[in-house]
């Protein structure tokens, strides 16, 4: 897999609520994620300049893990704008369909 850049222009036109806009942004959202902090990729998906990454993030300090489809537009293998999909983990308990938003299993 080859490292990707964060562009200058990443503030053209960000739509993610979680950051400031631009580079600077991303960094600093990074950068103050606890150490506890963990990822879990599921299906990532790559079209044209677009890709699509389906995925679980924990140990961040809330009541529920987020499962969260990041959608990010590259340009020549630059990071140019990203926007994203966050919603809390469901448990079984209250899973309507009976099955878990993400892998093969509900969380404990």
């Keep these: ?8 222009r990443l503030d053209t036109f960000s739509t993610a609520h979680t950051s400031p806009p631009g580079r600077d942004g991303l ?3 990074i950068k103050s994620l606890p ?7 599921g299906v990532i998906l790559a ?7 389906h995925g679980r993030y924990s140990g961040l ?7 969260v489809t990041d959608i990010i537009r590259m340009e020549d293998g630059v990071f ?6 966050i919603q809390d983990e469901a448990t079984k308990e209250q899973s309507k369909s009976g099955h878990p938003m993400f ?3 509900f969380p404990t």
């Design 103 to 105: 892998g093969d299993s």
């Design 61 to 67: 300090g809330f009541p529920a893990s987020c499962i």
């Design 35 to 41: 150490s506890t902090a963990k990822y879990e990729p």
């Design 80 to 85: 140019i704008e990203h926007w994203d999909v």
């Design 47 to 53: 079209e044209r300049d677009y890709v699509i990454a």
């Design 1 to 8: 897999m080859q490292p990707i850049s964060v562009s200058g």
């Design 27 to 29: 960094l600093g959202l």
